[in-house]
């Protein structure tokens, strides 16, 4: 009986095993790439993210100062107030005793009414100054939130990969990529917006 062709088992097994490793090792360098990428953008986002908040806190520190020089000025405005109804309490008392008030007295309640109006606009004003940074701190803390999701993502994606390394499987670096595409939406969102 004739032999068959002869196939050298051996040799084609060694040439599958180093396919199979060639493969693999593109994987895995896609992978690492990747995940550099995941890691950069992560470290960029959570440095946004500090920022951010850091300048929010300023705002809000700021707004707080705004806020007690306003009651300061408000402060001010009520005692200016008094003054001018000690004034026409003085007058009033002059009139019951049946005597002509001094002649300074009405002079002083128009100047503490004048003095009043200048105060209040003073007030107005530091509570506008006071909105305006709140109203910044408030937009920056919405900022601050979407880089802190976008941190959170990359970090899912990089542990994603390193199971995707280990594994070798292509779906679980797959998922990688698309956690760290919604952490690239979510910085960008917050850049945006």
Do not use: C
Request: glycine share 6%.
């Amino acid at each position: 009986m004739p032999e068959g062709p002869e196939v050298d088992t051996d040799k084609l097994h060694e040439t599958i095993h180093e396919e199979a490793e060639r493969a693999s090792s593109r994987l895995i360098r896609a992978i690492a790439l990747t995940t550099a990428i995941l890691a950069a953008l992560a470290a960029l986002a959570s440095l946004r993210a500090g920022a951010t908040v850091n300048e929010a806190l300023a705002l809000k520190t700021e707004a707080t100062r705004l806020q007690g020089e306003a009651s300061d000025q408000w402060a001010y405005y009520q005692a200016k107030g008094v003054k001018a109804a000690v004034q026409e309490a003085v007058g009033a008392s002059w009139l019951a005793a049946g005597k002509e008030p001094p002649a300074d007295s009405a002079g002083k309640i128009e100047r503490y009414a004048q003095e009043q109006e200048s105060i209040r606009d003073k007030a107005v004003e530091k509570e506008k100054e006071r909105d305006a940074k709140e109203r910044e701190a408030e937009h920056l803390l919405h900022q601050h939130h979407h880089f802190a999701a976008a941190v959170a993502l990359f970090q899912v994606s990089i542990a994603l990969g390193a199971v995707a390394a280990l594994t070798r499987v292509r779906l679980v670096w797959a998922a990688s990529v698309l956690v760290g595409l919604g952490g690239l939406l979510s910085a960008g969102r917050s850049l945006l917006g």
